[in-house]
């Protein structure tokens, strides 16, 4: 009698019924009444086969690793000359925003103190 387990390198793969619409879907770990009698495929990997995805999975990873590392250096470099620029605009339009808050500031402490020694707002002239 044949030996019924797999040999080494060999992968199972579970047969699955097609589904229909009317069906739900089901995880993979579910079983149902009518499952059991699914065979189950095996797929004969050889040590070979499995040394060239192993291989090809060191390349990939690596290629992964390089092509990281030269995007974080172009944006490393990217930054470093944009940064002055951006700091520029972001200083210029808090200089304009603190300038107009502080113009607001003394325009409104002018009018109190106008209204109330004077008993009427006046108009203050613009800084």
């Known amino acids: ?13 579970h047969a699955k019924k097609p589904s229909s619409p009317s069906r739900k879907a089901l ?9 059991e009698d699914l065979p189950i495929l095996t797929e ?3 040590s070979e086969t499995q040394a060239a995805r192993d291989a090809r ?3 990939d990873a690596a290629h992964d690793q390089a092509l990281t590392a030269e995007i974080v250096e172009a944006v490393k470099k990217r930054f470093s000359y944009e940064l002055p620029t951006l700091l520029e605009a ?38």
């Not at 009698?1 to 793969?13: E, N, T, V």
């Open 57 to 59: 999975a060191r390349v």
């Open 44 to 46: 004969v990997v050889s």
């Open 27 to 35: 995880s993979d770990d579910a079983q149902t009444s009518g499952d």
């Open 1 to 13: 009698m044949p030996d019924p387990s797999p040999p080494a390198g060999a992968r199972k793969i």
């Open 90 to 127: 972001v200083l210029l339009n808090t200089t304009e925003e603190l300038e107009a808050g502080i113009t607001t500031i003394v325009e409104t402490a002018v009018r109190e103190l106008t209204a109330k020694k004077f008993g009427k707002p006046t108009d203050v002239p613009p800084f």
